[in-house]
Nanobody, 123 residues
Framework: VQLQAYGGGLVQIGGSLRLSCVAS????????MGWFRQAPGKEREFVAA????????SYAQSVKGRFTISRDNAKNTMYLQMNSLKPEDTAVYYC?????????????????WGQGTQVTVSS
């Protein structure tokens, strides 16, 4: 599975962005997916996860209520809608796919990674 994330950019505090992650067609619909982010000088951290069929989702506490993860298997695309953005959301955002069952929260549980897209929230 090859993944490509895009949609990042510069946004003001309180603004919104929608990230997209496009996957190669092969077996996209059977993979559980997730978003991670990495801020400068910090470790990569979990943001959100979604099951292969879409009805199950999970979020990091820091983004719960502001971010929404979704997917459209017919388009081989996963999304991350980010609202009420804060400066601490500034990071490179990565999408990932897992061969393992269930929602996954740890980097080592993911088998495929996109190249990342920069999100910068200006203060």
């Amino acid at each position: 599975v090859q993944l490509q994330a895009y949609g990042g950019g510069l946004v003001q505090i309180g603004g919104s962005l929608r990230l997209s992650c496009v996957a190669s067609a092969r077996a996209f619909g059977t993979h559980n997916m997730g978003w991670f982010r990495q801020a400068p000088g910090k470790e990569r951290e979990f943001v959100a996860a979604i099951s292969w069929s879409g009805p199950s989702t999970s979020y990091a506490q820091s983004v719960k209520g502001r971010f929404t993860i979704s997917r459209d298997n017919a388009k081989n695309t996963m999304y991350l809608q980010m609202n009420s953005l804060k400066p601490e959301d500034t990071a490179v955002y990565y999408c990932a796919a897992s061969n393992r069952g269930g929602l996954r929260y740890y980097i080592q549980d993911y088998d495929y990674w996109g190249q990342g897209t920069q999100v910068t929230v200006s203060s």
